[in-house]
T-cell receptor, first 116, second 117 residues
Framework: AQSVTQPDIHITVSEGASLELRCNYS??????LFWYVQSPGQGLQLLLK??????LVQGIKGFEAEFKRSQSSFNLRKPSVHWSDAAEYFC??????????????FGKGTKLSVIP | GAVVSQHPSWVICKSGTSVKIECRSL??????MFWYRQFPKQSLMLMAT?????????EQGVEKDKFLINHASLTLSTLTVTSAHPEDSSFYIC?????????????FGPGTRLTVL
């Protein structure tokens, strides 16, 4: 079964600074990889996704992520953080089980705080 | 893009009552839907996988008699929390799986906030 690790529970950055949120996954084959953002009391919003091809993926709101197979990582980056980026970020892995059923597994999330 | 709706957005009920939450895929057919539960400041935990026309598959530790799932059509799955208690208060999120020619993809509903008094 797949698993996802987000090592950082809480990250605080200054507005305008760069950001990198870490995500490591465990899966035997190439997984589908996702980053979601969730504001308090809200649902999930998909930031970006990786299925195959170019390992650098561009998403919405100026975010990008890079799939590194050798490191089993899919880190999320943004060159300049805005105060509105403060939220909870979830990395997720989608994969098929041996029985052929699809399942999405979430990391525990990283809370991003932005200092004005 | 694919749209998934949930109704209601929030619900408050008394302890002991049952609450039904609907999940609809608005612009695609979904033979498979998922129900997640999210406690405050925690991640999403998969409760069950709902398959149209068959019984749902529940994750370990989820009481199937308490969380009744019905997936009666290709666009609608319902989650009924029976005899709700305060510890059932949570954010419930559904998602629908859209099958594609090259890959399948999950789309999420906006969530339902359940508060049990």
């Amino acid at each position: 079964a797949q698993s996802v690790t987000q090592p950082d529970i809480h990250i605080t950055v200054s507005e305008g600074a760069s950001l990198e949120l870490r995500c490591n996954y465990s899966y035997g084959a190439t997984p589908y990889l996702f980053w979601y953002v969730q504001s308090p009391g809200q649902g999930l919003q998909l930031l970006l996704k990786y299925f195959s091809g170019d390992t650098l993926v561009q998403g919405i709101k100026g975010f990008e992520a890079e799939f590194k197979r050798s490191q089993s990582s899919f880190n999320l980056r943004k060159p300049s953080v805005h105060w509105s980026d403060a939220a909870e970020y979830f990395c997720a892995v989608g994969a098929y089980s041996g029985a052929g059923s699809y399942q999405l597994t979430f990391g525990k999330g990283t809370k991003l705080s932005v200092i004005p | 893009g694919a749209v998934v709706s949930q109704h209601p957005s929030w619900v408050i009920c008394k302890s002991g009552t049952s609450v039904k939450i609907e999940c609809r895929s608005l612009d695609f057919q979904a033979t498979t839907m998922f129900w997640y539960r999210q406690f405050p400041k925690q991640s999403l935990m998969l409760m069950a996988t709902s398959n149209e026309g068959s019984k749902a598959t529940y994750e370990q530790g989820v009481e199937k008699d308490k969380f009744l799932i019905n997936h009666a059509s290709l666009t609608l799955s319902t989650l009924t929390v029976t005899s709700a208690h305060p510890e059932d208060s949570s954010f419930y999120i559904c998602s629908a799986l859209r099958f594609g020619t090259t890959r399948d993809e999950q789309f999420f509903g906006p969530g339902t906030r359940l508060t049990v008094l």
